[in-house]
């Protein structure tokens, strides 16, 4: 018996693409047990983003993508924590729909902002602070 079924004392959950297939998983810390890891095993629908963003050697901690897909805006910020004894993963994951490429805007934690434009969908990108265009992993 597992995921979702299992009953245990939870303390943090971690979200991070753990299995490289482009959705998000979830890993559950539980108390006095081993951690429940929670697989997006669905049916992909729609295209998608994967950002890691870099200064130099470390990761942009504080920057902030904005991405434009289809009209759609989304925003999201390389964060640090985001559950009780719990680090997710510092790539950032949009969700495109039907669109193929999408602009993004990056702002740097200094406040320096860089466009890439036309993106293409459906991959794993290094942004790094000056490049000229993403690099794919």
């Known amino acids: 018996e597992g995921g979702l079924a299992a009953e245990e004392i939870s303390r943090g959950a971690a979200t991070g693409d ?3 297939d ?3 998983d979830i890993l559950v810390a539980n108390l006095d ?3 429940t890891l929670l697989r997006n095993d669905t049916e992909h629908q729609g295209h998608w983003l994967l950002l890691a963003l870099r ?3 470390t990761e942009a901690i504080g920057a902030r993508v904005q ?3 289809d009209g759609r805006h989304q925003l999201r910020e390389v964060q640090t924590s985001s559950s009780f004894q719990a680090q997710s993963d510092t790539r950032l994951h949009f969700g495109l729909g039907l669109a193929t490429t999408a602009d993004i805007e990056v ?3 200094d406040g320096e902002r860089q ?3 036309a993106v293409a969908a459906d991959r794993h990108y290094l942004l790094r602070r000056g490049a000229d265009r993403p690099i794919t992993e």
């Open 18 to 20: 753990y299995d490289h």
């Open 22 to 24: 482009s959705d998000l």
């Open 33 to 35: 047990a081993p951690p």
């Open 55 to 57: 200064q130099g050697a």
């Open 67 to 69: 991405i434009t897909a």
């Open 107 to 109: 702002t740097w934690p």
């Open 115 to 117: 466009v890439f434009s």
